[in-house]
């Protein structure tokens, strides 16, 4: 599967993003799918997994951060709120056909990423 995230950009602290990323394929709604960030000098980390209605948040994220999916038009979305400058990074959405995963070596495809950043 290919993957191809959009909708980043620049906001004010407290704004709202929402983060696309369309796949190709017929399988889509098989596919684990996952939001992962990666800030300068640091490792990537986990935002929101999503499988069928199941989702999962890192902390730093839940109750701000929403993931859904819409398998018809093979595309997983991640709606950002209460953005704060600590959000800044590149996102990126990811792709696994195993169970819920955190991790980044759960995932077996991945987009090219979209730039967020949040100024204060």
């Known amino acids: 599967v290919q993957l191809q995230a959009s909708g980043g950009g620049l906001v004010q602290a407290g704004g709202s993003l929402r983060l696309s990323c369309a796949a190709s394929?017929?399988?889509?709604?098989?596919?684990?799918m996952g939001w992962f960030r990666q800030a300068p000098g640091k490792e990537r980390e986990f935002v929101a997994v999503?499988?069928?209605?199941?989702?999962y948040y890192a902390d730093s994220v839940k109750d701000r951060f929403t993931i859904s999916r819409d398998n018809a038009k093979s595309t997983v979305y991640l709606e950002m709120n209460s953005l704060k400058p600590e959000d800044t990074a590149v996102y990126y959405c990811?792709?696994?056909?195993?169970?819920?995963?955190?991790?980044?070596?759960?995932?077996?495809?991945w987009g090219q990423g979209t730039q967020v950043t949040v100024s204060s």
């Open positions: 990811a792709a696994s056909l195993s169970g819920l995963d955190y991790r980044v070596t759960g995932y077996d495809y």
């Open positions: 394929g017929r399988t889509f709604s098989r596919y684990v």
């Open positions: 999503i499988r069928s209605i199941s989702t």
